[in-house]
């Protein structure tokens, strides 16, 4: 399955070529396959792999040494600590903060412990990023944050807030902020396609309900969406890729169509279709070949508006379930294949 999303080729190579780029949660599915890709085909200056797991950092290490001549640095560090993320941010051009608390169930268990990560440390990221002089900021944030049910998302939600009214703290030469908003990643920890896997060594894999649907996105997919956000922002916008559908019981059915699937019912906090780019946000949105862009209703995008003029219809809405785009089976196997599962060898 091909994503037609931001082509690398059509990338500046002066974005992000001999730059100091520093990603929050870099040892996540995310930054490592940002770094594979940065390191690959943009060479840079610098590559801060921020993050507080030192188990991680050490294993990350092993494929992405930091001896020698390699540009790849490793900082341990925490978004909720300003001072620390104002060491690393010194002499950064480019920050992707991808820094977050993400299970669910552990978020509204522990509420305050997510705000502080999600919300506070993003205000600590902004803060860092105008006091060193960043350049550009990307946020990654999610189809949670739109219309939240949860603790998670209503933080993610609080976050593109927090990261787009940056703009107005940068003043007209300062950063820019801007957040990469999409859906379910493939393979990613937490997600329902390890589960299934798992589950289907024992036969029954449980679905919550046989209408969900959710939009789905590769690591690969994401960080090039990433890469285009880089070089196309101005400052202030919520980029949304045009991605595909599928429902949760199809899925379950392409991993292990011999398996007993058990409906279970919703779990508290879970919606049964995905939402990326809402009605009211649609009004101040624009449509491109290749994704959407929410554009800020705040008084300093004016200037940078630069006349893209392709305006969405009254009542347009971007939901997993009204998706146009929906994956087949063989094209999830694909996906999923991509990810080297063993046990999909083969296909």
Sequence with gaps: MELK??????????TMRGKTILITGGTGSFGRKFAEICLREYAPKKLIIFSRDELKQHEMRQKYPDVGDSPVRYFIGDVRDQNRLHRAFTGVDIAIHTAALKQVPACEYNP??????????????????????????VGISTDKAVNPVNLYGATKLC????????????GETGTRFSC???????GSRGSVIPLFLKQKETGTLTITDDRMTRFWITREQGVRLVIGCIER???????????????????????APEAKK????VRPGEKLHEVLLTREEARHSKEFPTHFE?????????ERRMGRENPLPEGFEYTSSGNTWWLSSQELRVMIDGLGQASYSGW
Aim: include cysteine; glycine fraction near 8%; charge should be negative.
């Design 5 to 14: 999303t931001f082509n690398p080729k059509e990338v500046c190579s002066s």
């Design 112 to 137: 305050f412990e997510a705000v502080q990560t999600n919300i506070i440390g993003t205000k600590n990221v902004i803060d860092a990023a105008i006091d060193c002089g960043v350049k550009k900021v």
């Design 159 to 170: 976050a593109e807030k927090l990261l787009i009214q940056g703009n107005s703290y940068s």
């Design 180 to 186: 990469a908003r999409y859906g379910n990643v493939v």
């Design 233 to 255: 922002m101005q400052g202030g916008e919520i980029f949304v890729p045009k991605i595909p559908s599928m429902r949760i019981v199809d899925v379950a059915e392409a991993i």
């Design 262 to 265: 058990e409906i279970v019912g």
């Design 294 to 302: 929410i554009e800020p209703e705040h008084p300093f995008w004016a």
